[in-house]
Protein backbone atom coordinates (compact mmCIF):
# COMPACT_ATOMS: atom_id res chain seq x y z
CA UNK A 1 0.00 0.00 0.00
CA UNK A 2 1.45 3.65 -0.95
CA UNK A 3 1.97 6.49 1.38
CA UNK A 4 1.94 8.40 -1.72
CA UNK A 5 2.02 8.12 -5.58
CA UNK A 6 1.67 9.47 -8.20
CA UNK A 7 -0.93 7.77 -10.63
CA UNK A 8 -0.54 8.66 -14.61
CA UNK A 9 -3.21 7.90 -16.58
CA UNK A 10 -1.45 6.60 -20.16
CA UNK A 11 -5.19 7.03 -21.83
CA UNK A 12 -4.96 10.67 -21.22
CA UNK A 13 -2.00 11.34 -23.02
CA UNK A 14 -2.98 9.00 -25.97
CA UNK A 15 -6.05 11.31 -26.08
CA UNK A 16 -4.07 15.03 -25.81
CA UNK A 17 -1.81 13.49 -28.70
CA UNK A 18 -4.47 12.43 -30.99
CA UNK A 19 -5.96 15.70 -30.14
CA UNK A 20 -3.29 17.38 -31.05
CA UNK A 21 -2.57 15.18 -34.46
CA UNK A 22 -6.25 16.08 -35.54
CA UNK A 23 -5.49 19.55 -35.47
CA UNK A 24 -2.86 19.36 -38.15
CA UNK A 25 -1.98 18.00 -41.04
CA UNK A 26 1.98 17.93 -39.65
CA UNK A 27 3.45 15.28 -38.26
CA UNK A 28 4.05 14.94 -34.42
CA UNK A 29 6.55 14.82 -32.27
CA UNK A 30 6.13 13.69 -28.98
CA UNK A 31 8.63 15.61 -26.82
CA UNK A 32 9.59 12.84 -23.89
CA UNK A 33 12.43 15.30 -22.48
CA UNK A 34 13.02 15.07 -18.35
CA UNK A 35 11.59 11.61 -17.96
CA UNK A 36 8.39 12.53 -20.18
CA UNK A 37 7.79 15.73 -17.79
CA UNK A 38 7.85 13.70 -14.86
CA UNK A 39 5.73 10.80 -16.12
CA UNK A 40 8.21 8.40 -17.33
CA UNK A 41 9.61 8.70 -20.59
CA UNK A 42 9.21 5.32 -21.91
CA UNK A 43 5.36 4.39 -20.86
CA UNK A 44 4.85 8.50 -21.76
CA UNK A 45 6.53 7.53 -25.21
CA UNK A 46 4.44 4.22 -25.98
CA UNK A 47 1.19 6.27 -25.08
CA UNK A 48 2.33 9.30 -27.33
CA UNK A 49 2.89 6.74 -30.26
CA UNK A 50 -0.92 4.81 -29.41
CA UNK A 51 -2.28 8.06 -30.11
CA UNK A 52 -0.51 9.12 -33.48
CA UNK A 53 2.55 10.76 -32.61
CA UNK A 54 5.47 9.60 -35.53
CA UNK A 55 8.87 11.25 -34.06
CA UNK A 56 10.04 11.55 -29.92
CA UNK A 57 11.84 14.02 -28.90
CA UNK A 58 14.78 14.18 -26.08
CA UNK A 59 17.00 16.76 -24.79
CA UNK A 60 20.36 14.25 -23.97
CA UNK A 61 21.72 11.37 -25.52
CA UNK A 62 20.95 9.36 -22.41
CA UNK A 63 17.59 10.34 -22.83
CA UNK A 64 17.23 8.43 -26.40
CA UNK A 65 19.54 5.57 -24.97
CA UNK A 66 16.74 5.30 -22.43
CA UNK A 67 14.32 4.88 -25.24
CA UNK A 68 16.37 2.58 -27.70
CA UNK A 69 16.79 0.49 -24.86
CA UNK A 70 13.29 0.32 -23.97
CA UNK A 71 13.32 -1.24 -27.65
CA UNK A 72 10.94 2.07 -29.30
CA UNK A 73 12.50 2.12 -32.65
CA UNK A 74 11.01 5.16 -33.48
CA UNK A 75 12.57 8.18 -35.43
CA UNK A 76 13.96 10.36 -32.60
CA UNK A 77 15.94 13.37 -31.99
CA UNK A 78 18.19 14.27 -29.19
CA UNK A 79 19.17 18.30 -29.40
CA UNK A 80 20.84 18.70 -26.23
CA UNK A 81 24.20 17.46 -26.31
CA UNK A 82 28.33 18.32 -26.74
CA UNK A 83 30.83 17.14 -28.54
CA UNK A 84 33.34 14.28 -26.68
CA UNK A 85 29.96 12.14 -25.87
CA UNK A 86 28.68 9.06 -27.17
CA UNK A 87 27.39 10.29 -30.78
CA UNK A 88 28.84 7.25 -33.22
CA UNK A 89 26.72 5.36 -30.57
CA UNK A 90 23.76 8.08 -31.23
CA UNK A 91 24.10 7.52 -35.18
CA UNK A 92 24.31 3.72 -35.07
CA UNK A 93 20.56 3.72 -33.29
CA UNK A 94 19.45 6.16 -35.97
CA UNK A 95 18.89 8.90 -33.42
CA UNK A 96 18.47 12.34 -35.13
CA UNK A 97 20.70 14.75 -33.95
CA UNK A 98 20.17 18.94 -33.56
CA UNK A 99 23.32 20.60 -34.52
CA UNK A 100 23.55 24.56 -33.63
CA UNK A 101 27.10 25.45 -34.24
CA UNK A 102 30.57 24.51 -36.61
CA UNK A 103 31.85 22.51 -33.29
CA UNK A 104 28.98 20.14 -33.28
CA UNK A 105 28.80 19.36 -37.01
CA UNK A 106 32.50 18.49 -36.88
CA UNK A 107 31.65 15.89 -34.24
CA UNK A 108 28.93 14.47 -35.95
CA UNK A 109 31.17 14.45 -39.14
CA UNK A 110 34.31 12.72 -37.03
CA UNK A 111 31.56 10.42 -35.69
CA UNK A 112 29.76 9.46 -38.81
CA UNK A 113 33.46 8.46 -40.35
CA UNK A 114 34.08 6.38 -37.68
CA UNK A 115 30.85 4.56 -38.14
CA UNK A 116 30.90 4.23 -41.61
CA UNK A 117 27.18 5.43 -41.67
CA UNK A 118 25.51 9.14 -42.08
CA UNK A 119 24.33 11.03 -39.56
CA UNK A 120 21.19 12.57 -39.55
CA UNK A 121 20.84 15.61 -38.33
CA UNK A 122 18.91 19.33 -37.53
CA UNK A 123 20.36 21.87 -38.21
CA UNK A 124 19.02 24.61 -35.51
CA UNK A 125 18.51 28.20 -36.36
CA UNK A 126 18.55 31.04 -33.46
CA UNK A 127 15.52 32.68 -34.41
CA UNK A 128 15.72 34.78 -31.16
CA UNK A 129 15.36 32.87 -28.39
CA UNK A 130 19.60 33.02 -27.69
CA UNK A 131 19.86 29.70 -26.51
CA UNK A 132 20.87 26.95 -28.88
CA UNK A 133 21.22 27.53 -32.34
CA UNK A 134 23.12 29.53 -34.90
CA UNK A 135 22.79 33.15 -34.64
CA UNK A 136 21.49 34.35 -38.42
CA UNK A 137 24.84 36.05 -38.71
CA UNK A 138 26.62 31.91 -38.25
CA UNK A 139 23.83 30.20 -40.22
CA UNK A 140 25.22 30.66 -44.12
CA UNK A 141 28.56 29.37 -42.64
CA UNK A 142 27.29 26.36 -40.83
CA UNK A 143 24.45 25.48 -43.81
CA UNK A 144 27.36 25.55 -46.06
CA UNK A 145 29.64 23.42 -43.60
CA UNK A 146 26.57 20.68 -43.57
CA UNK A 147 25.95 20.78 -47.42
CA UNK A 148 29.03 19.67 -48.24
CA UNK A 149 29.58 17.10 -45.68
CA UNK A 150 26.07 15.67 -47.10
CA UNK A 151 27.79 15.53 -50.56
CA UNK A 152 30.44 13.55 -49.17
CA UNK A 153 27.73 11.26 -47.82
CA UNK A 154 28.59 11.84 -44.01
CA UNK A 155 25.52 13.67 -42.98
CA UNK A 156 21.66 13.94 -44.22
CA UNK A 157 20.35 16.87 -43.28
CA UNK A 158 16.78 15.62 -42.20
CA UNK A 159 15.76 19.05 -40.79
CA UNK A 160 16.14 22.67 -39.91
CA UNK A 161 14.25 23.82 -36.52
CA UNK A 162 14.31 26.65 -34.44
CA UNK A 163 12.21 27.06 -31.19
CA UNK A 164 9.95 30.12 -29.90
CA UNK A 165 10.28 32.68 -27.05
CA UNK A 166 6.80 33.24 -26.60
CA UNK A 167 4.34 31.21 -28.45
CA UNK A 168 2.26 31.10 -24.94
CA UNK A 169 1.35 34.27 -25.75
CA UNK A 170 -0.55 33.53 -29.32
CA UNK A 171 -0.71 36.91 -30.89
CA UNK A 172 3.20 38.07 -29.59
CA UNK A 173 4.88 39.94 -32.56
CA UNK A 174 8.04 37.95 -31.45
CA UNK A 175 6.43 34.89 -33.61
CA UNK A 176 6.00 36.84 -36.56
CA UNK A 177 9.61 37.88 -36.10
CA UNK A 178 10.34 34.74 -35.26
CA UNK A 179 8.82 33.59 -38.66
CA UNK A 180 10.71 35.82 -40.69
CA UNK A 181 13.97 34.59 -39.53
CA UNK A 182 13.10 31.35 -39.94
CA UNK A 183 11.89 31.75 -43.44
CA UNK A 184 15.00 33.46 -44.28
CA UNK A 185 17.07 30.67 -42.92
CA UNK A 186 15.24 27.93 -45.00
CA UNK A 187 16.07 30.04 -48.27
CA UNK A 188 19.64 30.06 -47.35
CA UNK A 189 20.00 26.79 -47.16
CA UNK A 190 18.04 26.04 -50.46
CA UNK A 191 20.50 28.43 -51.97
CA UNK A 192 23.36 25.78 -50.79
CA UNK A 193 21.37 22.78 -51.75
CA UNK A 194 20.04 21.75 -48.74
CA UNK A 195 16.44 20.43 -48.88
CA UNK A 196 15.14 19.59 -45.50
CA UNK A 197 12.68 17.03 -45.21
CA UNK A 198 11.28 18.28 -42.08
CA UNK A 199 11.26 21.86 -41.10
CA UNK A 200 9.96 22.98 -37.45
CA UNK A 201 9.33 25.22 -34.86
CA UNK A 202 6.37 24.76 -33.19
CA UNK A 203 6.35 24.07 -29.37
CA UNK A 204 2.30 23.06 -27.57
CA UNK A 205 1.51 26.39 -27.74
CA UNK A 206 2.27 26.81 -31.34
CA UNK A 207 0.62 23.99 -32.01
CA UNK A 208 -2.52 24.88 -30.42
CA UNK A 209 -2.57 28.27 -31.29
CA UNK A 210 -0.54 28.77 -34.58
CA UNK A 211 -1.28 26.62 -37.75
CA UNK A 212 0.94 28.90 -39.41
CA UNK A 213 3.78 27.62 -37.46
CA UNK A 214 3.52 24.09 -37.98
CA UNK A 215 5.39 23.16 -41.10
CA UNK A 216 6.48 19.71 -41.72
CA UNK A 217 6.82 18.51 -37.88
CA UNK A 218 5.30 19.88 -34.37
CA UNK A 219 7.05 19.41 -31.21
CA UNK A 220 4.39 19.27 -28.14
CA UNK A 221 5.82 18.62 -24.65
CA UNK A 222 3.14 20.20 -22.07
CA UNK A 223 -0.10 19.16 -24.08
CA UNK A 224 0.83 16.05 -24.49
CA UNK A 225 0.75 15.58 -20.70
CA UNK A 226 -2.49 17.34 -20.65
CA UNK A 227 -1.22 20.73 -19.42
CA UNK A 228 -2.03 23.80 -20.94
CA UNK A 229 0.96 25.89 -22.64
CA UNK A 230 -1.61 29.03 -22.36
CA UNK A 231 -3.30 30.73 -19.36
CA UNK A 232 -6.83 30.16 -19.19
CA UNK A 233 -7.14 28.21 -21.78
CA UNK A 234 -7.82 24.33 -21.75
CA UNK A 235 -8.35 23.47 -25.45
CA UNK A 236 -10.02 20.16 -24.22
CA UNK A 237 -6.38 18.68 -22.79
CA UNK A 238 -6.84 16.06 -20.06
CA UNK A 239 -4.37 16.27 -17.09
CA UNK A 240 -2.40 12.80 -16.89
CA UNK A 241 -0.84 13.07 -13.47
CA UNK A 242 -2.14 13.21 -10.37
CA UNK A 243 -0.31 13.62 -7.34
CA UNK A 244 -1.75 11.94 -4.06
CA UNK A 245 -0.85 10.80 -0.02
CA UNK A 246 -1.96 9.37 3.02
CA UNK A 247 -2.41 10.89 5.80
CA UNK A 248 0.08 9.72 8.12
CA UNK A 249 -1.03 11.23 11.01
CA UNK A 250 -3.46 13.50 12.29
CA UNK A 251 -3.59 15.00 16.07
CA UNK A 252 -5.34 17.77 17.87
CA UNK A 253 -2.73 20.61 18.90
CA UNK A 254 -4.10 24.14 20.70
CA UNK A 255 -4.71 27.37 19.52
CA UNK A 256 -1.60 29.47 19.01
CA UNK A 257 0.43 26.60 17.78
CA UNK A 258 3.09 26.88 15.73
CA UNK A 259 3.78 24.39 12.94
CA UNK A 260 6.67 23.63 11.15
CA UNK A 261 9.97 24.80 10.23
CA UNK A 262 10.32 28.26 11.74
CA UNK A 263 6.56 28.67 12.84
CA UNK A 264 5.91 30.76 9.69
CA UNK A 265 1.96 29.11 10.73
CA UNK A 266 0.11 29.51 13.64
CA UNK A 267 -2.90 27.68 14.58
CA UNK A 268 -5.99 30.32 14.69
CA UNK A 269 -8.12 28.21 17.26
CA UNK A 270 -7.77 24.34 18.04
CA UNK A 271 -7.30 22.59 15.57
CA UNK A 272 -6.64 18.84 13.84
CA UNK A 273 -3.51 18.64 11.53
CA UNK A 274 -2.55 16.33 8.96
CA UNK A 275 0.65 15.10 8.61
CA UNK A 276 1.46 14.31 4.79
CA UNK A 277 4.67 12.43 3.62
CA UNK A 278 5.48 14.08 0.68
CA UNK A 279 8.14 17.16 0.81
CA UNK A 280 10.20 19.19 -1.55
CA UNK A 281 12.79 15.32 -2.02
CA UNK A 282 8.83 14.07 -3.49
CA UNK A 283 8.44 17.16 -6.22
CA UNK A 284 6.85 19.48 -3.32
CA UNK A 285 7.84 22.86 -3.85
CA UNK A 286 8.84 24.37 -0.81
CA UNK A 287 7.41 27.72 -1.91
CA UNK A 288 4.06 25.99 -1.58
CA UNK A 289 5.29 26.89 2.29
CA UNK A 290 1.52 27.72 3.50
CA UNK A 291 0.14 28.10 -0.15
CA UNK A 292 0.17 24.81 -2.07
CA UNK A 293 -3.77 23.93 -2.40
CA UNK A 294 -4.97 20.08 -1.18
CA UNK A 295 -7.89 18.28 -1.25
CA UNK A 296 -8.86 16.02 1.68
CA UNK A 297 -12.37 14.22 2.09
CA UNK A 298 -13.79 16.38 -0.23
CA UNK A 299 -12.39 19.53 0.69
CA UNK A 300 -10.21 21.70 0.04
CA UNK A 301 -7.25 23.20 2.15
CA UNK A 302 -3.67 24.69 2.20
CA UNK A 303 -0.13 23.61 3.27
CA UNK A 304 0.18 25.21 6.68
CA UNK A 305 3.60 26.44 7.52
CA UNK A 306 6.98 24.85 5.80
CA UNK A 307 7.20 22.21 3.21
CA UNK A 308 10.19 19.66 4.54
CA UNK A 309 12.06 17.60 2.69
CA UNK A 310 9.79 14.96 3.44
CA UNK A 311 6.55 15.88 4.44
CA UNK A 312 4.20 18.78 5.51
CA UNK A 313 1.72 19.38 7.75
CA UNK A 314 -2.00 20.88 7.18
CA UNK A 315 -4.58 22.42 9.66
CA UNK A 316 -7.84 21.32 8.65
CA UNK A 317 -9.83 23.02 11.34
CA UNK A 318 -12.56 20.69 13.24
CA UNK A 319 -12.93 18.71 9.82
CA UNK A 320 -12.09 14.65 10.92
CA UNK A 321 -9.55 13.54 9.24
CA UNK A 322 -8.79 9.67 9.82
CA UNK A 323 -5.15 8.29 9.47
CA UNK A 324 -4.81 6.55 5.83
CA UNK A 325 -7.77 9.25 3.80
CA UNK A 326 -6.28 10.58 0.79
CA UNK A 327 -4.90 13.60 0.74
CA UNK A 328 -4.87 15.02 -3.14
CA UNK A 329 -2.14 17.43 -3.93
CA UNK A 330 -3.53 17.43 -7.44
CA UNK A 331 -5.27 15.65 -10.25
CA UNK A 332 -7.48 16.45 -13.64
CA UNK A 333 -9.92 19.37 -11.25
CA UNK A 334 -13.10 17.04 -12.42
CA UNK A 335 -13.73 16.25 -8.71
CA UNK A 336 -12.98 19.55 -7.09
CA UNK A 337 -9.26 18.73 -6.51
CA UNK A 338 -6.62 20.99 -7.22
CA UNK A 339 -4.94 20.64 -10.45
CA UNK A 340 -1.25 21.38 -11.71
CA UNK A 341 -2.05 25.15 -12.60
CA UNK A 342 -2.80 25.82 -9.12
CA UNK A 343 -0.13 24.43 -8.12
CA UNK A 344 1.84 26.50 -10.18
CA UNK A 345 0.13 29.64 -9.29
CA UNK A 346 0.33 28.78 -5.46
CA UNK A 347 4.26 28.86 -5.80
CA UNK A 348 4.58 31.42 -8.67
CA UNK A 349 6.15 28.80 -11.46
CA UNK A 350 4.53 26.77 -14.34
CA UNK A 351 2.80 23.56 -14.28
CA UNK A 352 5.44 22.31 -16.60
CA UNK A 353 7.57 22.62 -13.30
CA UNK A 354 4.86 21.23 -11.25
CA UNK A 355 4.50 17.66 -12.84
CA UNK A 356 8.00 17.86 -13.88
CA UNK A 357 9.39 17.88 -10.32
CA UNK A 358 6.94 15.28 -9.31
CA UNK A 359 10.16 12.68 -11.22
CA UNK A 360 11.54 11.70 -8.01
CA UNK A 361 12.19 7.67 -7.54
CA UNK A 362 11.34 7.77 -3.77
CA UNK A 363 7.66 8.26 -4.93
CA UNK A 364 5.97 5.17 -6.89
CA UNK A 365 4.58 5.98 -10.19
CA UNK A 366 1.28 3.82 -10.97
CA UNK A 367 0.06 3.78 -14.27
CA UNK A 368 -3.61 3.21 -15.57
C1 LIG B 1 10.76 21.26 -24.42
C2 LIG B 1 10.80 21.55 -25.84
C3 LIG B 1 9.64 21.44 -26.63
C4 LIG B 1 8.28 21.20 -26.04
O1 LIG B 1 7.84 22.41 -25.43
P1 LIG B 1 6.37 22.53 -24.80
O2 LIG B 1 6.23 23.96 -24.50
O3 LIG B 1 6.37 21.67 -23.59
O4 LIG B 1 5.43 22.04 -25.83
C5 LIG B 1 9.76 21.60 -27.98
N1 LIG B 1 10.96 21.88 -28.54
C6 LIG B 1 12.08 22.02 -27.80
C7 LIG B 1 13.36 22.36 -28.47
C8 LIG B 1 12.04 21.88 -26.43
O5 LIG B 1 13.16 22.02 -25.71
Redo the contacts with the bound molecule.
Keep these: MWQAEVQIDLGAITSNIALLASGTSAQV ?1 A ?1 V ?2 DG ?1 GHGAVPSARAALAGGATWL ?1 V ?1 TLGEAFELREAGLTTPTMA ?2 WMPGQPVASAIKQDIDL ?1 VSSIGHLKAVIDAARETGQPARIHLKIDTGLSRSGATPADWPTLVEAAARAQKEGLVKAIGV ?1 S ?1 FVY ?2 EPGHETIDRQLDVFHDGLEIAKRHGLDPQLRHIA ?3 A ?1 LTRPDTHFDLV ?6 YGLS ?1 VEGQSFGLRPAMTARAQAMLVKRIPQGQGISYGHTYFTAAQANVVLVPLGYADGVPRHASSSGPVQINGKRYKVSGRVCMDQFVVDVGDAQVTEGDEVILFGTGEHGEPTADDWARACGTIN ?1 EIVTRFGSARVPRTYV
Excluded: I
Excluded at 219 to 224: I, L
Design positions: MVKGYGCWLGWHADNSATRPGVASPY
